[in-house]
């Protein structure tokens, strides 16, 4: 009787052992077992370097001039081995800007396979007008009173100034803080002369400079040719305001 019980301790104790060795076995083999060449997985990597050319050609923008963060991608999956190559649509956005979503058609060896949504917060830094100082309601712009700044424009409404011909010349519809980013609505066209003003005529060549009162014609803009007259000798010219009391003309 205790042979027997001895024998059938043995047998369920090499029937344990033999099943524990050959569940890992089977593990270790699962493990080493060598990946399917016949597919392949595209990495991150590759959607997030075309999304952002993608994105700088759009925006006509250098490499350097955007950051791409909050990356993720959206049904991709196994596909066969080959050459991969992508093409990318947007949602029909007018400014790649912001949160943005993109279509990537994926081929291999130029055949389409799948089509994988990628998205993410997209930051663009461009050179926007800024005041260079505070400005008042009513404040005719000139060159010195705004400057370029290099800023995110992503956070900013899309009416910003980039421009500095933008501003020169509007007036300011309200006050204006010291590096305040300017936009559309903050001004108005206003003429910089208008008839009867008086002015200086400046005509400039090399060291010679010639200067002479004028009245103006006509009202007129920054920038603009306007008619003046000479109150000296009573003669009318074209000359360019280059702001609210000299105009110059070409010499």
């Known amino acids: 009787m205790?042979?027997?019980?001895?024998?059938?301790?043995?047998?369920?104790?090499?029937?344990?052992?033999?099943?524990?060795?050959?569940?890992s076995s089977n593990e270790n083999a699962q493990k080493m077992r060598s990946p399917d060449d016949s597919t392949q997985i595209i990495p991150e990597s590759i959607f997030?370097?075309?999304c952002s050319q993608f994105i700088c050609s759009r925006l006509e923008k250098k490499k350097d001039d955007i950051?791409?963060?909050?990356?993720?991608?959206?049904?991709d999956k196994p596909l066969p081995a080959g050459k991969v190559s992508l093409e990318l649509f947007d949602k029909g956005r007018e400014e790649l800007t912001g949160y943005v979503r993109l279509i990537a058609i994926v081929s291999i060896d130029d055949i389409p396979k799948t089509e994988v949504k990628l998205s993410g917060?997209?930051?663009?830094?461009?050179?926007?007008?800024c005041a260079s100082h505070n400005l008042n309601r009513g404040d005719v712009i000139t060159a010195g009173d705004i400057h370029l700044e290099r800023k995110n424009i992503s956070r900013l409404n899309s009416d910003t100034l980039k421009d500095v011909d933008q501003a020169i010349g509007f007036m300011a519809k309200h006050d204006i803080k010291d590096n305040d980013c300017l936009k559309e609505?903050?001004?108005?066209?206003?003429?910089?002369?208008?008839?009867?003003?008086?002015?200086?005529?400046?005509?400039?060549?090399?060291?010679i400079r010639i200067t002479a009162p004028g009245r103006i014609l006509e009202k007129g803009y920054?920038?603009?040719?306007i008619k003046v007259q000479n109150t000296m000798s009573k003669k009318s010219v074209y000359a360019?305001?280059?702001?609210?009391?000299?105009?110059v003309v070409d010499f």
């Open 222 to 225: 920054m920038g603009d040719y």
């Open 2 to 23: 205790s042979k027997s019980v001895s024998t059938i301790i043995i047998l369920i104790c090499l029937l344990l052992f033999g099943s524990a060795f050959e569940a």
């Open 48 to 50: 997030r370097e075309a």
């Open 121 to 129: 917060w997209v930051d663009v830094f461009d050179s926007v007008v």
């Open 185 to 207: 609505w903050m001004l108005k066209k206003t003429p910089l002369v208008n008839k009867g003003d008086m002015v200086t005529i400046l005509a400039e060549h090399g060291s």
């Open 240 to 247: 360019k305001i280059v702001n609210d009391s000299t105009v």
């Open 67 to 75: 950051i791409l963060s909050r990356f993720t991608i959206s049904g």
